[in-house]
């Protein structure tokens, strides 16, 4: 099983960038989906999920700005980032999970200059 998330890197603020996560080795309507961060001297936090079933779910920190989207067809789950702020600056990572099975990308590195 391979996550591989990319799309990071420095924008300015009000700025907006998409990341994405290619995924190999799950059947990936299958799984529930998720784009967490991790800003330095953080806990990894969920910013955004997508059940398999289709439902999304964001903290209120992100809401209205973030959308989590998947391509089934490719393999590859999307985060569309607008209005970004300084505070969103974190490693963004991708995670699937399905029962007890939990699997993470490498993370990209998001960076929001003011």
């Known amino acids: 099983v391979q996550l591989q998330a990319f799309g990071g890197g420095l924008v300015q603020a009000g700025g907006s960038l998409r990341l994405s996560c290619a995924t190999s080795g799950i059947v990936f309507g299958n799984y529930a989906m998720g784009w967490y961060r991790q800003a330095p001297g953080k806990q990894r936090e969920l910013v955004a999920g997508l059940t398999s079933g289709g439902s999304t779910k964001y903290p209120d920190s992100v809401k209205g700005r973030f959308t989590i989207s998947r391509d089934k067809a490719k393999n590859t789950l999307y985060l569309q980032m607008n209005s970004l702020k300084p505070e969103d600056t974190a490693v963004y990572y991708c995670?699937?999970?399905?029962?007890?099975?939990?699997?993470w990308g490498q993370g990209t590195l998001v960076t929001v200059s003011s």
């Open positions: 995670n699937a999970k399905r029962g007890g099975f939990k699997y």
